[in-house]
């Protein structure tokens, strides 16, 4: 849908239009063979249940169901996968030391009602020829997604895109993060900031703080992205937004009374209920 040869619209204003992020334009799949996408598929497996297993300790259980592969190759697999179990989080959450640091506001608060906390992260999404990055905003007390985007870098731009359309549903009173270099980027505070939300942060190290949004990658893996192998973007684009919309409309939750986010976000009355 994008000209390339257009000089107006230019290419930007065509990919502000279609809510395309140029990186996604520009993109090419890595080649990587079948034998190595099945053992990244493995680790990833291994690590979503194990965040605090290294190089050592993921070889050993690749070795327990007859995989054997060196610790040199697991660890270089897992730096292509942007995985890093020294600080329990993936290395998408990579800090920078110039940026300022919030702390972090969830300790010991109840969260009883929609918009009281958003919150935010990022996960790989592994293809048959390569992997994307996924941001998702999460309202935290309904488990309801109100906006995600996909992108072939780790830049912060898709991650604003993702706020700016969260923001642009409600205000929430907390916004809550990790620490990774795409969240304490100026923009991206600023926006936080100018919406009258409040700025929180996990602490480093602390996968456990934005709970919720780690069950979330693990139920999109499990149910959604294991299942298929994504030729492109876009074909994972289309199958991860069917996902998301049954995740939101059709999933009941049994820690929502089994309601659905979407039924608990806007406060929907069910017969269930």
């Not at 998408?92 to 969260?111: A, C, F, Q, R, V």
């Not at 990658?217 to 074909?235: F, I």
Request: proline share 4%.
């Amino acid at each position: 849908m994008v000209d390339r040869e257009s000089e107006s619209p230019s290419v930007r204003k065509q990919c502000e239009l279609l809510n395309l992020n140029r990186s996604t334009l520009y993109y090419k799949a890595v080649e990587v063979d079948a034998e190595t996408l099945e053992l990244m598929m493995l680790i990833d497996k291994i690590f979503l249940e194990r965040p605090y297993y290294g190089a050592r300790r993921i070889r050993q259980a690749l070795k327990r169901i007859g995989k054997h592969v060196t610790r040199r190759r697991v660890r270089r697999l897992m730096k292509l996968m942007g995985l890093e179990a020294l600080y329990r989080k993936p290395r998408t959450s990579k800090p920078n030391p110039e940026h300022k640091i919030y702390s972090y506001l969830l300790n010991g608060l109840d969260i009883e009602r929609p918009n009281q906390v958003f919150a935010s992260d990022i996960t790989y999404i592994p293809m048959a020829k390569g992997f994307v990055y996924l941001v998702a905003v999460m309202d935290w007390h309904s488990r309801y997604i109100l906006s995600w985007r996909l992108s072939n870098t780790l830049e912060a731009d898709f991650c604003i895109d993702a706020l700016n359309e969260a923001l642009s549903q409600a205000t929430p009173d907390i916004f809550n993060t990790d620490q990774g270099s795409q969240f304490t980027s100026e923009d991206f505070v600023d926006a936080v900031h100018v919406s009258g939300a409040k700025m929180s942060m996990d602490g480093r190290g602390r996968c456990m703080d934005n709970i919720f949004v780690e069950r979330l990658w693990r139920s999109l893996k499990y149910e959604e992205v294991y299942l298929h192998a994504y030729e492109n973007t876009r074909q994972a684009r289309d199958s991860i937004a069917r996902w998301v919309e049954f995740y939101n409309n059709g999933r009941p939750h049994q820690a929502l009374d089994y309601k659905t986010p979407a039924e608990v976000y806007f406060r929907i009355e069910t017969a269930a209920a």
